[in-house]
């Protein structure tokens, strides 16, 4: 197989991987996690074999560094005996193993503009598709994946997610490529429409930070585009106002009461301080090595401050809990690459919704729980560094022309 049909392949093969893992998130079995995983592991080796083959064509990024230090810290805590519960950090550094992987696996894939352009069209038009299915099932479906497969749950199952918030981090990641996408092309209205879209099904999702976000990704994203890649400002400001039209038109047809009262309530915030007061105490005692990668749902219970007699599965917070369950050091390494990838974000545009992730993880756990969805993050975050190599030899920094 010539390099090109090779290429086009790796790309085609990433995005149906990462579309495979969002659709199957529902899935309770290990069965598809593990297919997702082991697919994943073996492209990435498969890409290094060949690149061990072809030196010249290996492509390096400071991100790799934070990356790799992750699965790195668990085996060390492993090691030293410092995990409080061995099964879930071996769980957890297969996890962020496959993190390391697809990030790696993506860089790679879209160092070639032909590339990158062929993947993340891919999965933008694959989540714009599955943003309207996941609208649509929501009101439709009684709470079944696909109107197909019971989950438990009646209400706010959006596709494959059966968590509102996870969902409203999903497109969190891919607005800003419409929005980015509408500023640049010669005929925006499909765009825009896919971006009002968007918005709507996260505030009919009632996700509090999702809909905060998505509505600052459409005041942001047109101005820093203005700013970055020299666009005239009353573009952007058409921009602005078009993402905000559509989005209220969209918005009116799911319905906003539900999102709105969620916004007034008198306290937002509770339960989830109370949680974030314990992982702070839990993190002063165990600073240097923390408890263990994905611990700690085991190691909170000494540290409640609040029980509702409900088994408590996450932090609601991601930084507390990477904290916790790997120290400061764990702590400082995601910090670098958030860091990295901001200042990338900053130079690419269609990328800050990776941060906006970011921030969404200062009040719940997108990138915990449902390791494809973090995998789908990370690939995006490879693709968008090749991006940041790319336009230091062009520029402007988008992922398709």
Partial sequence: MNDRRFARAGALGLAGLLAYGILTLWVTGRWALGFYQAAALVAAAVCGIRLA?????????????PLSFIPLWGLIQLADGKTVYRWETWNSVLNWTVNFALFW?????????????????????????????????????????????????????LGPFVYKNQYAAFIETVLPLALYRGMTRKNPLAYWIIAGAMVASVMASASRAGTVLVLAEVLVIPLLAAVRDGFDLRRAGFAIGSGIALSAVFTAVVGWDV??????????????????????????????????????????????????GLFANQAHNDWAQWAVEGGLPLAVALLIFAVLLGRLAWNCVWGFGLISVLLHSLVDYPLQQRPALAGWFFALAGALAAAGVAKQMSSRCEPAS
């Fill in 259 to 308: 999102i709105w009262s969620r916004l007034n309530e008198a306290d937002p915030y509770t339960v989830r301080r109370e949680m974030l007061r314990s992982s702070i105490r839990m993190v002063h005692d165990r600073p240097a090595i923390g408890f263990g990668l994905g611990t700690w749902s085991t190691a909170y219970p000494a540290y409640a401050l609040y029980d509702d």
């Fill in 105 to 157: 696996l993506a860089f790679q894939v879209c160092t070639r503009r032909h590339r990158r352009e062929g993947l993340v069209t891919l999965l933008f038009s694959f989540a714009a598709a599955l943003s309207v299915i996941s609208t649509v099932q929501m009101f439709t479906s009684g709470g079944k994946v696909f109107w197909l497969f019971p989950t438990g749950y009646t209400d706010f199952v």
């Fill in 53 to 65: 083959a072809r030196p010249a064509d290996f492509r390096w990024t400071t991100l790799l560094a």
